[in-house]
């Protein structure tokens, strides 16, 4: 595995500066899988957050910004000098580690000190894999001659490679530093939704135990396990989405249901599940979970029971519709709450109530009456099918929908890391 270093010029953190927000990340990720990890920030930085990981190690290194980069130009001993500082302050941790990550280090004017000790201490290791990332917009190159101090910033760097958010600024990104284009990686900027959403412990552990970031299509149904609510109507719906090869979860947070008649319910729309051909992976039933990462058994008891309606929210935010087929409701606060973290919303056809309350603002399922022969003995069933295909359709036609489902799929934070940023980490230095 390989040992990384995240080099930085913090001294302080700010929540309105996105590289902080960026850096974390990273920083928060690579613990996660395992590396060995050393942060390095200017003298002054004073760890918190994710920094006060006993897993992590600490470095640093000497506040050496200028003004702008004429300023090496202008006063080059004191320029050197800032240089040869950093040089020192960093080549004992060089031998230490396999890949160097800097952000905006190959960048900004203020921070060409920095550039320039990297770009020694590349020469002087060259096993080591340098990674830069550029957080803003590329600069016309100006052809300074090697000869400028200023030129480090328009010019390739020794084993390393450039990694930039978007593909389509990669032209302009080569030019600056007059790199082949196979030289600039894109790396998009993945969303922490555990992190910046402030997800619940338990929230973090159903998503974790139940890969909730994966499914095609993920819903929730919190209800207490009676009748009126017909969750049998969602498990069938499912089954129909998942014929039509979407994956899918649908996780039914049943609390207050522990009387005989209710568990008896709950059992019932099991066996159904199961004749069905949905895994207790795909339809969950929270008042079955067993054991949980990082929740204690006591715990995890009382949630059997007491669900925090914190995680129903927390949930929401990853969902990508709310289907309600309850035909029991005088409003149904959980609606409402599922279309403000902006799900679609469909609702039972034959609930009136509902239909006064929004209208043609949402859509609306003809969901069977209870199961029963018809006159002449065969059984009248809802096209579930149809349903499942008019989900589909919808979750791929609307855009806001789409782009939601897309970013839980592929720019949550173990995709981000698995399919961007750990292949950089095995790059061979060039």
């Known amino acids: 595995m390989k040992r990384v270093a995240v080099l930085t010029t913090f001294v302080h953190l700010m929540e309105a500066y996105s590289l902080c927000k960026v850096v974390e990340t990273h920083v928060r990720t690579l613990l996660a899988n395992g590396y060995p990890l050393t942060f390095v920030a200017c003298e002054g930085f004073q760890p918190q957050g994710v920094y006060?990981?006993?897993?992590?190690?600490?470095?640093?290194?000497?506040?050496?910004?200028?003004?702008?980069?004429?300023?090496?130009?202008?006063?080059?001993?004191?320029?050197?000098?800032?240089?040869?500082?950093?040089?020192?302050?960093?080549?004992?941790?060089?031998?230490?580690?396999?890949?160097?990550?800097?952000?905006?280090?190959?960048?900004?004017?203020?921070?060409?000190?920095?550039?320039?000790?990297?770009?020694?201490?590349?020469?002087?290791?060259?096993?080591?894999?340098?990674?830069?990332?550029?957080?803003?917009?590329?600069?016309?190159?100006?052809?300074?001659?090697?000869?400028?101090?200023?030129?480090?910033?328009?010019?390739?760097?020794?084993?390393?490679?450039?990694?930039?958010?978007?593909?389509?600024?990669?032209?302009?990104?080569?030019?600056?530093?007059?790199?082949?284009?196979?030289?600039?990686?894109?790396?998009?900027?993945?969303?922490?939704?555990?992190?910046?959403?402030?997800?619940?412990?338990?929230?973090?552990?159903?998503?974790?135990?139940?890969?909730?970031?994966?499914?095609?299509?993920?819903?929730?149904?919190?209800?207490?396990?009676?009748?009126?609510?017909r969750p049998e109507e969602l498990v069938r719906l499912f089954a129909a989405l998942k014929s039509r090869g979407v994956s899918v979860r649908l996780m039914i947070i049943n609390f207050h249901s522990r009387l005989p008649p209710l568990v008896e319910y709950r059992d019932a729309v099991v066996r159904e599940r199961e004749k069905l051909g949905l895994t207790d992976r795909e339809v969950i039933f929270t008042n079955q979970i067993e054991s949980l990462p990082g929740i204690p058994p006591e715990r995890l008891e009382n949630y059997r029971y007491e669900f925090p309606h914190r995680v129903i929210l927390d949930l929401f935010h990853l969902t990508n519709i709310y289907v309600h087929p309850s035909t029991s409701e005088s409003y149904s606060l959980v609606c409402q709450e599922a279309v403000a973290c902006g799900n679609l919303l469909f609702l039972n056809q034959s609930l009136a109530a509902m239909k006064a309350l929004y209208g043609a603002d949402a859509r609306y399922v003809e969901f069977s009456p209870p199961r029963r022969p018809s006159s002449d003995g065969t059984r009248t069933d809802f096209s579930y099918a149809e349903a499942a295909e008019a989900i589909i359709t919808l979750l791929h036609s609307d855009p806001t929908v789409r782009l939601r489902t897309q970013l839980r799929q592929e720019r949550n934070v173990q995709a981000f890391f698995r399919k961007a940023l750990e292949p950089l980490l095995y790059l061979a230095p060039e």
């Open 52 to 229: 006060t990981d006993p897993r992590l190690r600490h470095w640093r290194v000497p506040v050496c910004l200028i003004e702008d980069d004429s300023q090496a130009v202008e006063r080059p001993q004191e320029y050197r000098a800032k240089v040869q500082a950093l040089v020192s302050a960093l080549r004992p941790l060089m031998v230490e580690i396999d890949v160097a990550i800097t952000h905006d280090f190959a960048y900004l004017p203020q921070y060409l000190a920095y550039n320039q000790a990297c770009r020694e201490l590349a020469d002087e290791f060259p096993h080591v894999t340098w990674l830069h990332f550029i957080h803003s917009a590329p600069w016309s190159n100006p052809g300074f001659a090697t000869d400028d101090p200023r030129s480090a910033r328009f010019s390739p760097f020794p084993h390393g490679w450039l990694l930039y958010p978007n593909e389509h600024d990669v032209p302009r990104v080569a030019a600056q530093y007059g790199v082949p284009l196979r030289n600039v990686k894109v790396v998009p900027h993945p969303v922490d939704w555990e992190a910046e959403f402030g997800f619940h412990p338990l929230t973090r552990a159903l998503v974790r135990e139940f890969d909730l970031y994966s499914p095609d299509v993920l819903a929730i149904y919190p209800i207490r396990m009676d009748k009126g609510k």
